[in-house]
Each structure stands twice: as structure tokens, then as C-alpha cells.
């Protein structure tokens, strides 16, 4: 039981509605109470009234893509950690990746990260499992099991399955389970050990590419089995112009196939790496400005349905190393919101649809009852300032790792509240 609060004076923004109005919130408990058009007249006399001073409230945004260090690797990252840069960045929700030490392959594990995310973090974590034993691609899991523990999807986190018979094995049992597949196209002998895209700047700096096939063919693959299994299948995350053109196509042809791609492609290029900056290197690799610029008109398209963070902490260790010995990855549960915004202040997307695709859209691709500002929904609530100006910096940063694709970058909206099941989880010095 909390205290009821109620939002006054706050644009609200429900895409799953197509909402965009001035109005007022009230959550009492758990839940949306009250949803109401203009000023309020009265409210519960115990509430916390707080004027949202024309900001933006949406809902809370829920990231599909998250790796944390715990189980095995707490010192890059905890649940707790997360969920502390979560709520910061207006992300209530977290689906955190398998790939962990032990493997997240059975209910078991399963069942010990939802009861410990529950004791320890601010936000809902919401576990997936392996799709194979041990992420080793070979002899499939306990589906039915991991899906009664509290499993929201299948995937292999980082990995991918080479062998198309197995692919093909995990989406007919996915689709018995009516659960999401979430893999990421990934030819391991295209990739091999190549560190950055494939093309001219690869080979000015001396370093090996990964070519845009390496993606491609197994995208390609995996669509067309999803089309004969009919299961809910889900592109983890795509980097170029020919996936985008190659989900457009599957996508006519099937309501089950879904794409997801990483903030970082869709705001940064190749050119960022500049002089081996490795905290550039990233799986996929950022592509060309043409792929950029191709994902981000997929997304206004609805080609692309998902932005999620690719939130993968690294230590400091591993990531100070020469480009090519350099671990991959980057955090970002923190900067989501706000890196999402560029794409709205360029006008290249409307807010609306920036924010479907962290809210609704998860939501319906994992069937969960989040996402929307709607009378009786959960509150898990974001208020952010669109145009509120600050600055990237290592020592603000909530996460154990500080391995930011957005250094030093200069932002412009800013998280002002987190609220997630009718408690206030976050609220910057700035607003209180």
C-alpha cells in the first residue's frame, strides 16, 4: 500500500492509445486510479499532488535487451545496479539475458532470479531462458519448465544458433508454449574475428570487419523458419539497410515476426569509432551512416518495432585494451530515454513513435500487462522533461560499469520521475 499520488499538469503521452493530451494521472495502490482531460477539481486528500509543469508522461519504458553480471560477474553489474540505472533512465521494466555464470537454463535459476530481483531491485525484472543448455547452440531446454518458473522469452543473450535444425526444433516448441523466440542473426563464420564494420574505414584502421551477410543470411534463415513454424519470433536486434529490407518483407507476410534494434545503431555510425575508441565496439558492429539512417526510417515504418538498450557492463579491464583485444559491449539503461530523443529533436521521428517502441510494443510482443496509461493498468510511470539539458558524465553514472557508447555526450530531455507500481523509484534533485 502506498500513497496515492496524482500527476497534475502533465502532457500525457499513451501510445498504445494514441494519447497525447494535457491532463492528470492519479495512482492509487499499484494501479492508474483516475485518468482525467485538463485541470482537476479535488483528488484524494491524502495524495501526494505534484505539478508535472507541462512534462511528459508516459509510460514506463521497458528494455528487452539487458545483461547483467549476477548470477557470476556482480562486479560489473548487480540486479540492484540495474535497477538503480533503470529507474534513472524512466525504464521500469528489464528483461535481463540468459547468458549469465551459471547459464539461466533451468526453472530453477529462473525461479532464484525473479525472487531475488523482487528482494533487491526497484524495477520489475522480468528473467528469460537459454534456448539451448548452457547457450552451446546444441541440445535444446526444459521450455515448458522455464516457462512455468516465470521465463517471459527464449534466447541465446549474446550467442547464436548456427544449426538450422535446432532453430527450427526451438520454434516448434516455442510456438506449443505460445512464447516468444528472441534471437540475434548471426553468422559466427562471417563474424569470425572480425571487431568493427566491414569496409573502408575497417581497413584505414588496420582492423577486420564483419560483413553486412554476416547478418543478412542468418536473419534470412530465421525468418523463413519462423514463417513455417508460425512461432512469435523476434530479430533481437538488426544493424543494416539490407535486414531492415529483408524484415519489411517477412513482415507482410506474418503478425508473429517482430525486430528490435539497439539505440546505439540508431544514433551512432561506424565514424564514432574514430581513433579505437572501445567503447565503440559493440555486437553488431555500428554500420554505416546509410544503415543508420535506413533503421531509423524502418522504425517510423514500423519495420522496426523495438529500441532497446543492449545494456552489457563491462570493466574497466577488459575494455582499456587495444580495439581488437577489447571486450564488446556498452552500457545503457541510463541514457535510453534521452539518446531516443535525438531521433524526436532532429525530426526524424515523432515522440509518439520513439516511445511505442519502448512501452507498447514490448509489451505486446511479451504479452505483458505494461506499457500504457489506461484506467486499472499497473503504474509503472515515467515524467521526463524533453528538452531538459545535461551532460554524460562517468561519476553520475548508476551503473558498476562505466562503459558508455555517450561519454561526455550532451543530452537534451532528462528523466524528472520514476514510478513503478505506485512507488516513486527515482526522482531527480532538479524536479523534487
Known amino acids: 500500500m502506498h500513497k496515492p499520488i496524482l500527476i497534475e499538469n502533465a502532457r500525457i503521452i499513451d501510445p498504445a492509445s494514441n494519447t497525447d493530451m494535457r491532463g492528470a494521472v492519479l495512482i492509487e495502490n499499484d494501479r492508474i486510479a483516475d485518468i482525467t482531460q485538463g485541470a482537476v477539481d479535488g483528488g484524494p486528500d491524502a495524495a501526494r499532488r505534484i505539478d508535472a509543469k507541462g512534462m511528459v508522461l ?9 545483461f547483467t553480471g549476477e548470477p557470476g560477474h556482480e562486479y560489473r553489474e548487480t540486479l540492484q545496479s540495474a535497477g538503480r540505472a533503470a ?40 528473467p528469460s531462458a537459454s534456448i539451448t543448455k548452457g ?43 505460445d512464447v516468444p523466440i528472441v534471437h540475434l542473426p548471426a553468422e559466427a563464420s562471417l563474424v569470425s574475428d572480425g571487431v568493427m564494420n566491414a569496409g573502408a574505414l575497417a581497413t584505414f584502421r588496420g582492423l577486420k570487419g564483419i560483413p553486412t551477410e554476416a547478418e543478412t543470411i542468418p536473419l534470412d534463415r530465421d525468418l523463413q523458419l519462423a514463417l513455417m513454424t508460425g512461432a512469435r519470433y523476434h530479430a533481437a536486434q538488426i544493424s543494416t539497410a539490407r535486414s531492415a529490407e529483408l524484415a519489411k518483407f517477412y513482415k507482410r507476410r506474418s503478425n508473429a515476426i517482430s525486430v528490435g534494434a539497439s ?8 565514424n564514432d569509432v574514430g581513433s579505437y575508441r572501445t567503447f565503440f565496439k559493440l555486437s553488431p558492429p555500428l554500420r554505416s551512416e546509410d544503415d543508420r539512417l535506413a533503421l531509423v526510417d524502418a522504425l517510423k515504418r514500423g519495420v522496426v518495432d523495438v529500441i532497446h538498450s543492449d545494456h552489457d557492463p563491462q570493466d574497466t579491464e577488459v575494455k582499456r585494451q587495444p580495439f581488437a583485444d577489447a571486450a564488446v559491449g556498452a552500457i545503457g539503461l541510463e541514457t535510453l530515454l534521452a539518446a531516443a530523443l535525438r531521433l524526436v529533436h532532429s525530426g526524424d521521428l515523432d515522440l509518439t513513435t520513439v516511445l511505442r517502441a519502448m512501452t507498447s510494443r514490448p509489451a505486446e510482443i511479451l504479452g505483458l500487462d505494461a506499457g500504457r496509461i489506461a484506467k486499472g493498468a499497473p503504474a509503472d ?43 516513486t523509484v527515482f526522482e531527480e534533485d532538479a524536479f523534487a
Open 135 to 177: 547457450t552451446g547452440g546444441q541440445d535444446l531446454t526444459e521450455f515448458g519448465l522455464l516457462r512455468e518458473a516465470g521465463a517471459v522469452c527464449f534466447t541465446e543473450g549474446r550467442s547464436s544458433i548456427q544449426s538450422t535444425a535446432v532453430l527450427r526444433a526451438a520454434m516448434i516448441y516455442a510456438n506449443n508454449f
Open 381 to 423: 510511470l515515467c515524467l521526463f522533461d524533453p528538452d531538459y539539458p545535461w551532460l554524460v558524465e562517468e561519476a553520475t553514472i548508476r551503473s558498476r560499469s562505466r562503459n558508455t557508447t555517450f561519454e561526455n555526450a550532451r543530452m537534451s530531455g532528462k528523466v524528472m520521475m520514476t514510478i513503478v507500481g505506485g512507488k
Open 263 to 270: 539505440i546505439n545503431n540508431l544514433c551512432l555510425n561506424e
Open 58 to 66: 508516459a509510460p514506463g519504458l521497458i528494455d528487452m535487451r539487458v
Open 87 to 126: 529507474a534513472a533512465g524512466g525504464v521500469t521494466s528489464i528483461v535481463v539475458m540468459p547468458d549469465t555464470q551459471p547459464v539461466i537454463d533451468d526453472g530453477a535459476l529462473v525461479e532464484f532470479i525473479a525472487r531475488h530481483a523482487e528482494a533487491t531491485t526497484c524495477v520489475n525484472v522480468l
